[in-house]
């Protein structure tokens, strides 16, 4: 008989409130092998092991496409909701509206977003609802087969030929525009910008839309296509570098602040943008635009944290409503006594 | 035609003319829309009712914010009868646009209240004419030219307090009423009703039959439009959330609902709100995130009309199949786009049972009553949460717009159910669950709620294909056996719904089934089938989809049974012959009323006496 010899497994990765990075992890994805989608599932699934979000806390939400389907790759403890096309923005203010204390993590694709979902993200944007919106984006319609997008770059060609001759809609200036606060491109293949990114969009109280580069390896990955692998590898312009100091760890960063600015965001984290063009101030709107235009014109990805506002009230506070969740109010909060309906009554008499 | 209806009063005999009739008649009040009608007519109701006379009023107007025509109809009934009535006593004519034509209309006998310069008398010599030289008489009491406008229609009020017997005292309480916010318009509003009395005193001596005498049929009574009606049924189901959009004739309930959740909604201790309003950007999104918030356990709610319906078709689809609870208020009108969209219609119930693709089947409460908005308003959110689904409240223009007598409210006896949701604790106990399983033999599985602190409690929520965890399937079994779930569930909330409530004398053969606002018109025409033709009816007020069995069997005990309804397409009808027995089917008769105005009783008595074969 002979013996083997276990050997002693390492200690387990535990976060701050003693979660296993397995307990943030989804079902396995159907999406092809390759797709953008799944790492920025990844990103998500790291980026709440690391801030130690609560599972139970967060609603995954979506609309329609592949990029819809990826909510039930991640957080399969937090409850999820695949909707209709275009419609996730309505149920997430919903949800919101019933439960503020929820972290709502809304993916969308190109498709969903700035074509049939425009008028939803529009408004979305305008309120300034505490989510966050994430485009996977990758020009095409993936689910059926390969149809151009609104976000399809002027010029950009399909793989049967076919070229694009409308612009794009820039869903980060349009959201910049419409009033979102936290407005972010990235590309899926930039785990460190990304990852950066969504730490910092998960201690944003507002709307955080979040436009990810996502390519598609079955139809939008080839010679021609402005959103291909390659393509964005060799066009990606970060502004520059993004880190991400969460609220609970007590660390000073010695930076240089004529190239580096630091963001203290809602739940007291930081973000320390260290700047490749030194003017670029990421709270001036105008600025922000004239950079996103600029980059179009010379054919750049853009890409980094373009506009915040900390200061700005979400749609939460503007309603002003109670803390606690409205959809557990007890009886006695939501139904008014007998003698209310005497009056009303009364008045009616 | 320039008014409502051509009046089809029969001839009244020579004798009868001189009969003075008490407490028993229609007012017809013509204006141009805009022209600040509306207070006048309100106080003109609301005096009356003062008087203890049962009345109702009907607002018949136009798309339109101001220039085209409109009339105000006012029904007094000692009988208690609130329908339309289709003949007009008293006619009140101050748009020259119609004046003719609403005067041509009147039956002989009527009365007709004109601004003296539109000279009508000369149009017919079987009318009695009333002449008011209105210009004339508001100059001096409204020395601002810009309120005569809207002063000048109070003139009116105080002729017809002369004419038919209000009491002054009556037409100045109801403008306290009226303008409690704005006390200076009372006494300048007075002194006009008070110079049309004055001058009718002095020149205008009564003649015709008809009269207005106190009587006892209002004490305790409210006066309330269907939609404040619902609002407050929604408040008092404690309702957390609306989202909705824009479109007449459902703006009111949202409206309302704001109001009075301003009012009797703030937290007394922190003067936070306990519920959100929002005026979303469209249908689509309005109907999406009542979808969310019902997800996310609140009770949310929409209100809308038909075009808007159609807009939230996919979502409603979703939540029969995701089972989400959601309250749709459905003020139903005329028609698509510019159509008819101010006139009543009971118009989409065929299309909100089966709303959207697929499969699918959902449940309708339909008030007749202004006490029915605010009752059924609560019934719908317990059912909504019971069932896990969407659920319409099918009310209507007249009802939601106009304003109804009725018995003040009661106030609800059972607490609120919100349906079979799981707690962490529950979890704890039972070791998790399954979303889409038919755990009690109901159809209905157990939900949780997004925030639910438990490792157990999260599901993730799709369309159709799913099986019992909540795990997306194809398999042909999983969506047959969820499927004949949902079909079971629609069962059990066939027996949970409110009943019909039945009318029906001994040993009679002939019945007649309607639903919502057309209930009045059908208590009128009773009386009348059975006080003019001999021929008792019974009646089955039908007030939910799916239909109860109580209603099948109405049915099975009735030879022939007419199904009255304002619609062109028989649409209750149709359903009911999916529903009956094959046997049955052919007893169902159509009568249909589709004219954009509320149904009345003398329609309906013609054509059931005409096709019993008794005229």
């Known amino acids: 008989m002979s013996t083997t010899t276990v050997p002693p497994s390492p200690p387990k990765k535990l976060n701050r409130i003693g979660l296993e990075p397995s307990d943030y992890k989804g079902n396995r994805t159907t999406l092809c092998a390759g797709c953008g989608h799944n790492a920025i599932s990844e990103r998500i699934i790291e980026a709440c092991f690391e801030l130690g979000v609560e599972p139970h806390r967060v609603a995954k939400l979506s609309g329609i496409g592949c990029s819809s389907k990826s909510p039930a790759y991640f957080l399969a403890s937090s409850h999820g909701f695949n ?23 809304g993916i969308s694709g190109d498709g969903d977003t700035a074509s049939i979902g425009v008028g939803q993200f529009v408004h979305l944007m305008r309120r300034n609802l505490p989510m966050i919106y994430i485009i996977e984006d990758n020009g095409v319609y993936g689910l059926t087969k390969g149809q151009f997008s609104a976000t399809a770059d002027l010029g950009s060609k399909l793989k049967n030929g076919v070229i694009n001759d409308l612009p794009p809609i820039d869903t980060c200036a349009l959201a910049i525009t419409l009033g979102a606060t936290y407005v972010a491109r990235s590309f899926s293949g930039d785990k460190k910008q990304l990852m950066a990114l969504l730490q910092g969009a998960l201690s944003h109280h507002g709307t955080v839309m979040l436009d990810v580069i996502s390519p598609c390896v079955t139809f939008n990955d080839h010679v021609g296509s402005t959103k291909s692998y390659s393509y964005v590898r060799d066009h990606d312009a970060p502004l520059g570098e993004v880190s991400y100091v969460p609220f609970f760890e007590d660390i000073t960063v010695d930076y240089d602040p004529g190239t580096t600015t630091e ?59 109670v803390d ?7 009886e006695s909060s939501v139904r008014p006594p007998k003698k209310v309906l005497d009056e009303v009554m009364d008045g009616l008499k | 035609m320039g008014t409502v209806d051509l009046a089809v009063r029969e001839a009244a005999t020579a004798s009868s003319r001189q009969e003075k009739v008490i407490n028993d008649l229609s007012i017809q009040v013509a204006t141009v829309n805009g022209s600040g009608s509306q207070s006048a007519n309100t106080v003109l109701l609301r005096s009356i009712f003062r008087m203890g006379i049962p009345v109702s009023g009907k607002n018949l107007f136009p798309s339109n914010i101001a220039g085209l025509p409109t009339w105000y109809t006012i029904r007094a009934s000692k009988n208690g009868y609130i329908a339309r009535r289709k003949e007009i006593d008293f006619l009140v004519a101050m748009n020259p646009e119609t004046a003719e034509e609403d005067v041509m209309s009147l039956g002989a006998g009527a009365s007709v209240v004109f601004d003296e310069k539109l000279k009508l008398q000369r149009l017919r010599d079987d009318v009695i004419f009333y002449p008011v030289p209105f210009d004339a008489l508001v100059a001096p009491v409204c020395p601002n030219a810009k309120l005569r406008k809207l002063v000048r229609n109070m003139i009116y009020d105080g002729v017809l307090s002369k004419l038919l017997g209000i009491p002054m005292e009556g037409i100045h309480e109801a403008l306290k009423q009226q303008f409690s916010k704005k006390p200076s318009a009372v006494d300048l509003n007075f002194s006009a009703a008070q110079v049309g009395y004055d001058y009718t005193e002095k020149n205008l001596p009564k003649r015709g039959r008809f009269y207005l005498e106190p009587m006892d049929a209002t004490r305790g009574k409210i006066i309330i439009d269907g939609n404040s009606a619902a609002a407050l049924g929604a408040m008092f189901a404690g309702v957390t959330v609306c989202t909705w959009y824009p479109i007449t004739p459902s703006s009111s309930l949202a409206e309302s609902l704001a109001g009075y959740m301003r009012r009797y909604r703030m937290d007394p201790e922190t003067g936070k709100a306990t519920f959100a309003i929002v005026q979303a950007e469209d249908e689509l999104a309005a109907i999406g995130m009542v979808m969310g918030a019902g997800w996310a356990g609140a009770r949310a709610m929409t209100a809308t009309s038909g075009p808007g319906i159609s807009l939230m078709a996919e979502f409603v689809g979703l939540g029969y199949y995701a089972e989400i609870p959601a309250v749709i208020f459905d003020v139903q009108r005329t028609g698509p786009s510019t159509g008819l969209p101010t006139r009543t219609q009971q118009g989409d119930i065929l299309k909100n049972a089966f709303l959207s693709h697929g499969d699918t089947r959902h449940l309708m409460l339909m008030p007749a009553s202004v006490e029915e908005c605010f009752s059924m308003a609560i019934e719908a959110f ?54 889409y399983r038919d755990v009690d033999g109901d159809g209905i599985g157990y939900r949780t709620l997004p925030g639910t602190r438990h490792p157990k409690a999260a599901y993730f929520t799709r369309g159709s294909g799913h099986n019992e965890r909540a795990i997306y399937s194809e398999r042909p079994e999983d969506y047959v056996n969820n499927m004949d779930r949902l079909s ?29 606002s057309t ?50 397409d028989g649409q209750v009808y149709e359903l009911l012959r999916i529903e009956a027995d094959a046997e049955d089917i052919p007893k169902l008769q159509s009568v249909r009323h589709y004219k954009g105005l509320p149904i009345d009783a003398r329609s309906v008595t013609d054509e059931i006496v005409s096709r019993e074969g008794k005229k």
């Open chain 1, 324 to 330: 606690e969740p409205l959809a557990t109010l007890p």
């Open chain 2, 519 to 568: 209930h009045w018109a059908i208590v009128e025409s009773l009386d009348q089938l059975r006080q003019e033709y001999d021929l008792p009816v019974s009646y089955c007020r039908i007030r939910a989809f799916p239909f109860a069995e109580q209603v099948l069997d109405f049915i099975r005990r009735h030879q022939r049974i007419y199904v009255v309804e304002q619609n062109r």
């Open chain 2, 488 to 516: 079971k569930k629609f069962e059990t909330a066939r027996r949970r719904v409110p009943g019909p409530l039945l009318q029906e004398p001994d040993g009679v053969e002939i019945g007649v089934i309607a639903y919502g």
């Open chain 2, 382 to 435: 317990d059912l909504a949460e019971e069932f896990q689904t969407p659920v319409f409240v099918m009310s209507d223009l007249d009802l939601g717009m106009n304003n109804w007598m009725s018995g003040p409210f009661p106030y609800p006896e059972k607490p609120m159910n919100r349906g079979k949701v799981l707690s962490a604790e529950d979890l704890d106990r039972l070791g998790g669950f399954q979303r």
């Open chain 1, 263 to 321: 963001i203290t965001l809602h739940d007291g984290s930081r973000l320390l943008l260290k700047k490749l063009n030194a003017d670029f101030d990421p709270t001036n709107k105008a600025e922000t635009l004239r950079v996103l235009m600029e980059a179009h014109e010379k054919g750049e990805v853009l890409t980094g944290l373009f506009y915040v506002d900390t200061q700005k009230p979400n749609f939460m506070e503007i309603l002003n409503f």
């Open chain 1, 83 to 105: 909707s209709v096309h275009g419609r996730m923005p309505s149920i997430a203010t919903g949800t919101m509206l019933a439960n503020r204390s929820l972290i709502s993590i």
